[in-house]
């Protein structure tokens, strides 16, 4: 193994921070669409878009839209995970901009999880 | 995929993947040429040349969620069913470029979609990282930077209700920068 430089430390510490930005109260809620080719095609596009929306309209400024890969159930596309801070994600599927905006009323900003729409609550990958 | 906005989204979360910090987009249309060219360009891991041949192949994948590959695959037969041709130049540590090229009066060419929608969707759902747009058609040439906006914001992250804001804003410039530039000159 090569010897550990300083730069090297500096990109742990980098990656570390980014990691748990999120438990710091960077943002209270992380919501994040799947963007691999499945989801594109899905139409994940359009979920981002109607996510930011709802965070512009609603000025959240503690709600951060992100996204990320595959999460290898492409059939249930477009995709997203919810994480409030200290509770389980929840992992919505077979979105459309109008699940989306039920999404934000009941569970990101009223804390109720929308049971019809959701697949499984616990981690980022399906299985 | 429905128009070719959606192919360079695609594309770019290759790069995401890949580790990038910096994309650049660039799209040329040119009627008078007949070409329509797009070029998605990182600084990420970059691929070795036996990785690189099987790049087009659906049935190669990194990724360990499923078993196919799909993207490269899509853009390629997309430029293909366009009388074009995908090219992919990479190498280790030196980034990968891909491009794909149509000839823009082909009847089967996708048309290009909401370029904005995806540079919104990759600058939002990306903090930390740089992506540039680049658009000419005959006519205009016009750029799109998220470093400008970042400096613009002074410290509030980009994906902020005022972040998003100004990320719509600088991309309703890019549009307008093209259709309006024929009736400015």
Same mark, same amino acid.
């Given at each position: 193994?090569?010897?550990?430089?300083?730069?090297?430390? $500096?990109?742990?510490?980098?990656?570390?921070?980014? #990691? !748990?930005?999120?438990?710091? %109260?960077? =943002?209270? *809620? &992380?919501?994040?669409?799947?963007?691999?080719?499945?989801?594109?095609?899905?139409?994940?596009?359009?979920?981002?878009?109607?996510?930011?929306?709802?965070?512009?309209?609603?000025?959240?400024?503690?709600?951060?839209?992100?996204?990320?890969?595959? $999460?290898?159930?492409?059939?249930?596309?477009?995709? #997203? !995970?919810?994480?409030?801070? %200290?509770? =389980?994600? *929840? &992992?919505?599927?077979?979105?459309?901009?109008?699940?989306?905006?039920?999404?934000?009323?009941?569970?990101?900003?009223?804390?109720?999880?929308?049971?019809?729409?959701?697949?499984?609550?616990?981690?980022?990958?399906?299985? | 995929?429905?128009?070719?906005?959606?192919?360079?989204?695609?594309?770019?979360?290759?790069?995401?993947?890949?580790?990038?910090?910096?994309?650049?987009?660039?799209?040329?249309?040119?009627?008078?040429?007949?070409?329509?060219?797009?070029?998605?360009?990182?600084?990420?891991?970059?691929?070795?040349?036996?990785?690189?041949?099987?790049?087009?192949?659906?049935?190669?994948?990194?990724?360990?969620?499923?078993?196919?590959?799909?993207?490269?695959?899509?853009?390629?037969?997309?430029?293909?069913?366009?009388?074009?041709?995908?090219?992919?130049?990479?190498?280790?540590?030196?980034?990968?470029?891909?491009?794909?090229?149509?000839?823009?009066?082909?009847?089967?060419?996708?048309?290009?979609?909401?370029?904005?929608?995806?540079?919104?969707?990759?600058?939002?759902?990306?903090?930390?990282?740089?992506?540039?747009?680049?658009?000419?058609?005959?006519?205009?040439?016009?750029?799109?930077?998220?470093?400008?906006?970042?400096?613009?914001?002074?410290?509030?992250?980009?994906?902020?209700?005022?972040?998003?804001?100004?990320?719509?804003?600088?991309?309703?410039?890019?549009?307008?920068?093209?259709?309006?530039?024929?009736?400015?000159?």
């Amino acid at each position: 193994m090569p010897k550990l430089k300083l730069e090297d430390l $500096a990109e742990v510490r980098e990656k570390a921070r980014k #990691a !748990t930005s999120l438990r710091e %109260g960077a =943002a209270r *809620v &992380k919501m994040t669409v799947h963007m691999g080719t499945c989801g594109i095609a899905a139409g994940a596009r359009k979920i981002v878009e109607a996510a930011l929306r709802e965070v512009e309209q609603g000025d959240l400024r503690d709600v951060m839209v992100t996204t990320s890969g595959c $999460a290898g159930l492409c059939s249930r596309e477009p995709m #997203a !995970t919810v994480e409030v801070v %200290g509770e =389980a994600p *929840v &992992k919505y599927v077979d979105l459309t901009e109008a699940k989306v905006k039920a999404i934000f009323k009941e569970h990101i900003l009223g804390g109720k999880i929308v049971e019809q729409y959701a697949l499984a609550i616990g981690s980022e990958r399906a299985y | 995929m429905e128009d070719l906005s959606l192919h360079i989204l695609d594309i770019a979360e290759n790069s995401i993947a890949a580790g990038a910090k910096r994309v650049d987009i660039r799209i040329r249309e040119s009627r008078r040429e007949d070409l329509l060219s797009i070029e998605i360009a990182d600084d990420g891991s970059g691929m070795k040349q036996d990785m690189l041949k099987k790049a087009t192949d659906p049935f190669f994948t990194t990724r360990t969620t499923r078993r196919v590959g799909l993207g490269l695959p899509l853009f390629e037969q997309a430029a293909r069913a366009a009388g074009g041709e995908c090219r992919i130049v990479s190498r280790p540590g030196s980034g990968t470029s891909v491009t794909g090229v149509f000839r823009y009066s082909h009847v089967d060419r996708q048309p290009l979609g909401d370029i904005a929608e995806t540079l919104l969707t990759l600058a939002v759902g990306n903090p930390g990282m740089e992506f540039t747009c680049r658009r000419q058609t005959d006519d205009a040439d016009v750029f799109f930077n998220t470093a400008e906006i970042e400096a613009e914001l002074r410290g509030a992250p980009i994906h902020s209700p005022a972040g998003i804001a100004a990320v719509r804003k600088s991309l309703e410039r890019l549009r307008e920068g093209v259709t309006h530039a024929v009736g400015n000159r």
